[in-house]
């Protein structure tokens, strides 16, 4: 019952969607079902390619593979809607990147296939971040990723990453529609699959199903991000979202500082210095140098606050020197002096997974931020 009715809910959506397409005002009674807005949206003009490489659209497979990918992303409009609101925060700085390093502007889009344009996003295989990196490949592209920083989930480091992975692949297959299948694949795959069929035409081989809507996705992309009134999506510009007006401070510490002092320092919240600096893990910045932005116009005066502030938590706290005993949980102790567990486990660089053993020595610092 629950699917009947999903699907019946489904059917009026899409009504009232054709309906608005289709300019006609909204009416109480239910009307017959008409999808041929929808039909039309699905229809390919062409020519239409991807990196300046033409996609055969009289092939009648690789049409329908077509048609059905648009159908597919336009059943699910709120997910479009919000490509278009991101893609000033996202797509523009990752244009920017393309253009300087005068690489295809069509290779923004493949975000979008990967992550929606969200820094957060994660797959079941252990893939984060805007391009979805798994832990292995973004490091070997110098990414950081470690318990404090995971800077898949960094806008500007982690394009400079896929640039550089995308341009590899684009010299190892010879071809940009490859080195975007391989993208999702993995490289060794994409050559096995080369060999076993004996072509180089992503459109003529037998791959992952995945990769098989891979690069339709990524078109459908950019088609409707190109021509979003083509397909019904007519924002106006006070409905993209702003980029967050930002600076960057560089600072390098003896000690480990709380974000909250970091928020202090640059007069905002901590949220705020989260949302700008996605790669921080946790909620403190360990011993070392760092890099983070900053709301725009609190950089002049940063460091000035922030070694006020510090000069404050120095005077203000004394280190405790704490022996855990038997029965003692780290919740209790963190009661106890009134700290919260997250600081007690960062000050002692305690693995989340395991448990606290009697006899270890613990540094409390009572009065901390």
């Known amino acids: 019952m629950r699917k009947i009715l999903q699907s019946a809910a489904a059917a009026v959506l899409a ?13 109480t009674a239910a009307p017959a079902l008409d999808f041929s807005a929808l039909i039309e949206a699905a229809r390919i003009k062409g020519p239409l390619d991807f990196c300046g490489e033409p996609v055969p659209l009289e092939d009648p ?63 079941s295989k252990g893939a984060m971040g805007f391009w979805q990196f798994i832990e292995s490949t973004g490091r070997k592209y110098g990414l950081r990723v470690d318990p404090e920083k995971d800077e898949r989930r960094n806008l ?77 999506f007519r924002l106006e510009p006070e409905d993209i979202y702003p980029p967050v007006a930002s600076e ?32 921080i893990r946790g909620y403190r910045l360990m011993p070392g140098p760092h890099r983070l932005l900053v709301p725009k116009d609190s950089a002049g005066r940063f460091h000035q606050r922030l070694s006020g502030l510090m000069s404050q938590m120095s005077e203000k706290r004394e280190e405790v020197v704490y022996v855990v005993k038997e029965g003692d949980t780290l919740s209790e102790i963190a009661e106890r002096h009134r700290v919260s567990v997250a600081d007690v486990r960062a000050w ?7 448990m606290i053993q009697p006899g270890m020595r613990l540094i409390i610092l009572p009065g901390s931020n």
Do not use: C
Not at 15 to 27: D, I, N, R, Y
Not at 74 to 97: C, F, G, M, N
Not at 98 to 120: C, G, M, Q, T
């Open 348 to 354: 002692n660089r305690l693995d989340p997974k395991k």
């Open 15 to 27: 009504t009232g969607l054709l309906t608005a397409w289709a300019g006609e005002p909204s009416v």
């Open 61 to 123: 497979d690789v049409r329908e593979r077509m048609e059905r990918e648009i159908l597919t992303v336009l059943a699910d409009p709120h997910q479009v809607i919000l490509w278009i609101k991101r893609s000033r925060q996202y797509l523009t700085p990752i244009e920017d990147t393309l253009r300087k390093h005068r690489l295809p502007d069509d290779l923004k889009y493949v975000s979008i296939a990967e992550s929606a344009l969200r820094p957060h996003a994660g797959s």
């Open 248 to 279: 960057p401070v560089t600072l390098e510490t003896d000690r480990e500082i709380s974000l909250l002092t970091i928020a202090q320092a640059a007069e905002t919240h901590v949220k705020l210095i989260k949302d700008l600096n996605p790669e």
């Open 156 to 232: 500007a480091t982690s394009t400079d990453a896929a640039i550089a992975y995308l341009r590899e692949l684009r010299d190892l297959f010879g071809s940009w529609t490859l080195a975007v299948a391989a993208y999702n694949m993995g490289e060794n795959g994409l050559r096995g699959d080369i060999a076993q069929q004996n072509t180089r035409d992503y459109y003529r081989l037998y791959l992952p199903l995945e990769t098989q809507r891979y690069v339709f996705r990524i078109l459908t992309a950019k088609l409707i991000l190109k021509n979003p009134e083509t397909y019904g």
